[in-house]
């Protein structure tokens, strides 16, 4: 049976708003699994969730990072207008802003695979799919999370970066897909921990404006498609 996946575009939302909402998907769907367990005889079945959003201007900071990466206080925050969080995702600090696409699925893997590096390749995979239809030539390099250009080489620029928490099978947080962002701000931290490759967009790959709706339905039926799932 092919699993169902319920698409939500959030729009431009506050970090923290959307971040309160994963959680809330992620501890029902939890919930619910632990519920299950207890009642086999009355088995409910967990949703699946893909949420579609951008963020205003906002640092943020997985588990493994380092507060160093950050290289603004709290006063230059403030004048660039904006903010940073410490959350609960695997991986070191990143950025989000206007004209970044961050997608994050709230999976029960259980209806997939359980296999959180399968998960996370599976990820990159519809990332590379997506820019391969805007002719950017994508990879991912060895020992790092994510998607890149030219990434084997010295120009290798960092074009989406990634970051999950999974519990019980059950996945939140996700990726960050550079379209068309203020790329000035990744100076500002040294992104995900890497401080001798660059970052990159598809609107800087390409030279032209992009139309964030397009990448959204093309990211949208990409990750349908590798994941092989209906989205409803």
């Keep these: 049976m092919t699993p169902k996946v319920i698409y939500k575009d959030l729009g431009l939302i506050d970090?923290?708003?959307a971040w309160d909402y994963q959680t809330q998907l992620f501890d029902a769907a939890i919930a619910?699994?632990?519920?299950?367990?207890?009642?086999e005889n009355n088995q409910t079945i967990t949703s699946n969730y893909l949420l579609f959003c951008e963020h205003p201007h906002v640092f943020t900071l997985g588990k493994s990072g380092k507060e160093t990466h950050l290289l603004l206080n709290e006063n230059s925050l403030k004048a660039k207008g904006a903010t940073y969080y410490k959350i609960n995702r695997g991986g070191d600090i990143t950025y989000h802003g206007p004209g970044q696409l961050v997608a994050y699925p709230i999976l029960d893997l259980d209806h997939f695979f359980t296999d959180?590096?399968?998960y996370l390749r599976f990820l990159e995979e519809?990332?590379?799919?997506?820019?391969a239809e805007y002719d950017i030539p994508a990879e991912r390099v060895e020992g790092f999370t994510g998607v890149w250009v030219d990434g084997t080489k010295p120009t290798a620029r960092k074009i989406c970066a990634m970051g999950v928490k999974c519990s019980r099978w059950v996945t939140m947080h996700g990726i960050a897909l550079n379209v068309k962002p203020d790329l000035s701000y990744f100076k500002n931290i040294v992104p995900c921990g890497i401080d001798d490759k660059a970052v990159t967009s598809i609107q800087n790959e390409l030279g032209k404006e992009i139309d964030m709706n397009e990448v959204k339905q093309k990211l949208k039926i990409n990750l349908s498609k590798v994941f092989n799932y209906e989205n409803v």
């Design 15 to 17: 970090f923290k708003e």
């Design 32 to 39: 619910i699994k632990m519920a299950n367990r207890k009642n």
């Design 126 to 131: 519809a990332v590379i799919i997506t820019l």
């Design 116 to 118: 959180i590096h399968k």
